[in-house]
Nanobody, 119 residues
C-alpha cells in the first residue's frame, strides 16, 4: 500500500493558476487526479502511466497538465486558466499494476486538497 499526500490547493481568482503535488511513499504504476465538487460525484480528470502517457477529461484538456517525477515519487497537476467550475476537492490516486487505472474502490488514495476558484 502506498501513502499519498496532496498539497498545493488554495483559493484563486478565475484565470489564475495552481500547481498541485502528490507525494507518494513508494513507487506506483498508474497515477491519476480526481476531483469532487460540492453535491457531485467524484470523477477522474487526468491519468499518467509510468511511461508518461497521459489522458484528460474534456473539461480540463488544454488547461491542466499532469506530470510525474518518478525519482521523487511525486505526482503533479498544473492547473491554468482556472474557472469557478473547477472548484472542488482534488484527490490523487495510484495503483501498483500497469494494467489497472485508479478508480473508486481501486488503488491507494490521498486525503485531498481543496481548490476554490472565485469569479
Amino acid at each position: 500500500q502506498v501513502r499519498l499526500v496532496e498539497s498545493g490547493g488554495g483559493s484563486v481568482k478565475a484565470g489564475g493558476s495552481l500547481r498541485l503535488s502528490c507525494a507518494a511513499s513508494g513507487s506506483a504504476a498508474n497515477m491519476a487526479w480526481f476531483r469532487q465538487a460540492p453535491g457531485k460525484t467524484r470523477g477522474r480528470i487526468a491519468t499518467i502511466n509510468n511511461d508518461g502517457r497521459t489522458t484528460y477529461t474534456d473539461s480540463v484538456k488544454g488547461r491542466f497538465t499532469i506530470t510525474r517525477d518518478n525519482a521523487k515519487n511525486t505526482l503533479y497537476l498544473q492547473m491554468n486558466s482556472l474557472k469557478p467550475e473547477d472548484t472542488a476537492m482534488y484527490y490523487c490516486a495510484s495503483t501498483g499494476s500497469r494494467y489497472q487505472c485508479p478508480d473508486e474502490g481501486l488503488g491507494d488514495w490521498g486525503q485531498g486538497t481543496q481548490v476554490t476558484v472565485s469569479s
